[in-house]
């Protein structure tokens, strides 16, 4: 089977550009989830959706990120307009609902802001 | 708003030797604790996860929950090399979410 996949692994971008950062879950997996890991912050969830449904928008993240889930295999992180401040590793990740709630992990974007 | 503390943040022990990690939270009402593995590069890993008050073990984990005082910590037996990772506790809460503490590096020299 295969695992969380995440492209691109490394992203660079100049301050004021947009990206879209792209998620396919493991397959018949429900739950998806967006977060955002630094050094200083650890792991921070930006998004959720269950069954394709958004269940939480990021909270602080919500101006320049947008999380969408185009159908239930496929997943887009959008920041606009990316800051240096926005650098950091992006992790998206899937579980099955009323299961053990494990949640399995792809290996995230590495974004750079200039 | 849970909160996740880990302790310590970094640890060095030699081939062999028994690891202990700590980490604290601040809802009684959470729904399980889990311990995840990640290497550099890569994103994180489960390993292992607690529910009830006292201890479960796998392999040569061992995690032991008490609610009363917030604490749950998890022990490798006989580490290795290969042990050598960022180790993350994770809370998941009434709702669905994880909350992650920010982990502790543990090195194992051989």
């Known amino acids: 089977d295969a695992g969380v996949t995440q492209t691109p692994r490394h992203e660079v971008a100049e301050k004021g550009q947009t990206i879209i950062l792209k998620c396919e879950p493991v397959?018949?997996?429900?739950?998806l989830f967006w977060y955002r890991q630094t050094k200083i912050q650890g792991l921070e969830l930006l998004s959720y959706f269950r069954s394709k449904s958004l269940m939480e928008d990021g909270g602080a993240f919500k101006d320049r990120f947008k999380a969408e889930m185009l159908n239930s295999s496929f997943s887009t992180l959008k920041i606009q307009p990316t800051e240096p401040k926005d650098s950091a590793v992006y992790l998206c990740a899937s579980s099955l609902w009323g299961s053990s709630y494990e949640q399995y992990f792809g290996p995230g974007t590495r974004l750079t802001v200039l | 708003q849970e909160k996740v503390q880990q302790s310590p943040e970094s640890l060095i022990v030699p081939e062999g030797a028994m690891v202990s990690l700590n980490c604290s939270f601040s809802?009684?009402?959470?729904?399980s604790i889990w311990w995840y593995q990640q290497h550099p590069g890569k994103g994180p890993k489960a390993l292992i996860s607690i529910f009830s008050n006292g201890n479960k073990k796998e392999g040569r984990l061992t995690v032991y929950l008490n609610r009363a005082s917030l604490h749950v910590s998890l022990h490798i037996k006989d580490s290795q090399p290969s042990d050598s990772a960022v180790y993350l506790c994770a809370v998941r809460g009434s709702n669905y979410k994880l909350t992650f503490g920010k982990g502790t590096l543990l090195t194992v020299t051989p």
């Open positions: 397959s018949g997996h429900n739950d």
């Open positions: 809802d009684s009402a959470s729904q």
